[in-house]
């Protein structure tokens, strides 16, 4: 992950209203040659000031469509402005206001652990393997993806990938998030003995040659740090305080707290279906904690919160904030460029087709702001 160096020490003296104000001006000033984003896990202060929030997949379709902003300011995690850049022109600065917002999962894939993977699998059997990537993986490892006719996807579309892979491959390699890959290829019908689970950190990843010859899904061991604080516990807990409750979750949740769950799926499924509920309903989530608040306040005729009695915050996505976000568009009015992602364009033009595959296997996404 690149180093970020501490702010100014002027940025620590500053009150909120200043900051918000001097941000307010410099997005006016900008106009359309700033475009910010914001991922639904950043917190209020931030997502005031994106232009068009969504998940990984609405946020990588509308990055995709900037073709006349000079700047990009990505308030998300680092992989997400990796695929900004990717899919924006060259003249396009795609800017994450704090280089230190990286994933926890996506840095369980790590592309030498990749190449070692396909080694021994490939070397296992003659079968097709197509790899899948989840969107929460870095530059490299789309590029692998791109390169040997594998495909990115996100929570929203890793069903039609998936099935995707299975019509060009008999197997699919599916990585960084096991629960992912897993909740989804059960979702198609495919039992638990067709999945095997590959351990980078393990020899082989700890698998036989033969057990791969009898899988169809080889699913990488990661996870999100913050999805897999859902436990089966807290489902029962929740039903036993109150049984109108409707559990939702994010199906980077393990395969037991989906199960339990009413329903499952990506940040712009559960936004929707809290959204077209009716009135009276209750609600507890599982997934990160700023969504699961805002979502509480934006439907105050029903009631909603986590699922979880602890606070399930993404750490890294926090990073960014207001004055992060302040920082980065002084030095932009400076006439300074800072914090750009800049993906090699060797690692861009494999990606690319990681990237576009998941692209055009997605149902279009509205560009307005939620
Ligand atoms: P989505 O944005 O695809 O729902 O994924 C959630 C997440 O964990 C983003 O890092
Ligand atoms: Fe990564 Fe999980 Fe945070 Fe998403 S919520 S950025 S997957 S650690």
Known sequence: MPFQPPLPS??????????????????????????VLGHHYQEDDVIRFADFTGDSLKLSQIAARQKHARYVVFCGVHFMAESADILTGDDVAVILPDLS?????ADM??????????????????????????????????????RHGGACCTSSNARLILEWALDRGQKAIF????????NTACA?????????????KQRDGGLSAQSVRDSTFILWKGHCSVHGLFTTANCDEIRGLDPAFNILVHPECSREVVQRSDYAGSTEYIIKTVGDAPPGTKWAIGTEIHLV????????DKTVRSLAGIQCLC????????????????????????????VPPDVKRDAVLALDRMLANAAPQPASVD
Not at 175 to 182: E, Y
Not at 188 to 200: F, I, K, R
Request: hydrophobic share 45%; net charge negative; charged share 20%.
């Open 109 to 146: 894939a790590h592309i030498d652990q990749l190449e070692d993977a396909w080694d021994f699998l490939t070397a296992a059997t003659d079968a097709t393997i197509v790899p899948i990537t989840y969107v929460n993986s870095s530059a490299d490892v789309k590029a692998f993806c791109g």
């Open 188 to 200: 198609m019908g495919h039992a638990l003995d067709s999945m095997v689970l590959y351990d980078p």
């Open 293 to 300: 608040t805002r979502l509480a306040a934006a439907h105050p």
């Open 315 to 342: 750490t890294t996505m926090y990073r960014i904030d207001i004055k992060h976000l302040l920082y980065v568009l002084d030095q932009l009015a400076a006439g300074r460029v800072v914090n750009r992602i800049t």
């Open 10 to 35: 002027e940025y620590a003296a500053q009150s909120r209203d200043d900051i918000i104000a001097r941000i307010q001006r410099h997005k006016n000033s900008f106009g359309p040659s700033l475009v």
């Open 101 to 105: 917002a990286g994933c926890s999962m």
């Open 175 to 182: 990585l960084p998030d096991q629960h992912l890959g897993r």
